[in-house]
């Protein structure tokens, strides 16, 4: 199982150059049956780290580039009259195993939440008739910092729904000449080589459910998340649908590592990717020059883990 997990990671590997940690918390939150927002500048292989791990995974894919103009029903799909005057169903883009929402943030309000549903069900309903998605179902969206042009946050509600927000950022001189050297003749995507499938992906995934997490770092984990709401700086900390975030990506982590039972270091691994974007901080925190990733470091220090017996 783990070798399948590795020959994915090499795989993408070879089209994202330098960012082993991001392509291995992807990897993780789709183990995990998570959804991944990429939140990065411009230019740094957002969209490729999708369609990478599509093309390893040999997932049914869809792009959905996200403007001003989408409306809801180019995500969910809708119903028309046919040629026998009956309403048939359009699908949108949800239906695939992946769907690339890419710049997620540019669209409106109503169209970023009409993924709300299928993102936490696995399923759409249109007029009143409710459609179960293919399985596995991923959503990777990209978006732009908040502060380029033409920008719409997502309301918390949808934020709360991607299991880990990451960022690629730049890559080093030396991996940029590997990336332009790739390039020389073609797209490196085009020599990706599947080496999974959807069948093979959906039994890890419910592998998960075996992996073995004693009472001691469960408790550990709800700890922590508890203590974010407790904290001076933060107006809303981390929900229970968080806690469950966290949890799945612990068990995740740990198959990973090739183990079948979580340690709490499984947990300190993936806190951070998985709570920071799902904090609301205070006005303060900005005037104190504190972000959600040093409180979130805070707790880590002050929450102990259960000691090696208790494990």
């Known amino acids: 199982m783990n070798d399948k997990v590795q020959e994915i990671l090499n795989e993408v590997g ?8 991001a392509i291995e918390l992807v990897m993780t939150a789709m183990l995990a049956k998570g959804h ?13 780290l999708a369609v990478a791990f599509s093309r390893a995974m040999e997932l049914t894919e869809r792009r959905l580039q996200f403007t001003p103009d989408v409306l809801p029903s180019d995500v969910v799909g809708f119903n028309m009259i046919g040629a026998d005057g009956e309403f048939q169903y359009k699908p949108g883009a ?45 959503v990777v969206a990209t978006q732009n910092p908040v502060g380029s042009a033409g ?35 073609q797209n490196p995507l085009m020599d990706l080589k599947a080496v999974t499938n959807a069948e093979n992906v959906l039994e890890v995934q419910n592998y998960l ?8 770092v469960l ?30 990506m612990a068990r995740a982590n740990a198959v990973i590592r090739e183990r079948n039972y979580v340690i709490p270091e499984d947990v300190q691994h993936v ?5 920071g974007h799902r904090l609301v901080m205070r006005p303060q925190a900005r005037v104190d020059g504190v972000g959600a990733k040093e409180v979130l470091g805070e707790i880590l220090i002050k929450i102990k883990p259960p000691a090696a017996a208790e494990r």
Not at 209 to 216: E, G, I, P
């Open 14 to 21: 070879k089209v994202i150059r330098g960012k082993d940690e």
């Open 36 to 48: 991944i927002l990429v939140e990065d500048v411009p230019g740094v292989g957002k969209t490729t």
């Open 94 to 138: 949800i239906l695939c195993n992946l769907l690339l929402a890419d710049e997620i943030n540019r669209t409106s309000t109503k169209t970023q939440s009409a993924l709300l549903e299928v993102m936490e069900e696995g399923q759409v309903t249109v007029d009143g008739v409710t459609r179960q998605l293919p399985n596995p179902f991923i």
């Open 151 to 185: 920008t719409q946050m997502l309301p918390e509600s949808q934020l709360d729904r991607f299991m880990v927000c990451l960022s690629i950022g730049y890559p080093s001189l030396e991996n940029q000449m590997k990336i332009i050297n790739s390039q020389r003749y």
């Open 209 to 216: 459910t075996s992996v073995r997490m004693n009472d001691s």
């Open 219 to 248: 408790s550990y984990a709800i700890r922590l998340c508890e203590e974010t709401r407790k904290h001076p700086l933060v107006e809303l900390g981390i929900s229970p649908r968080g806690v469950a975030a966290l949890v799945k």
């Open 271 to 275: 806190f951070c990717d998985v709570c």
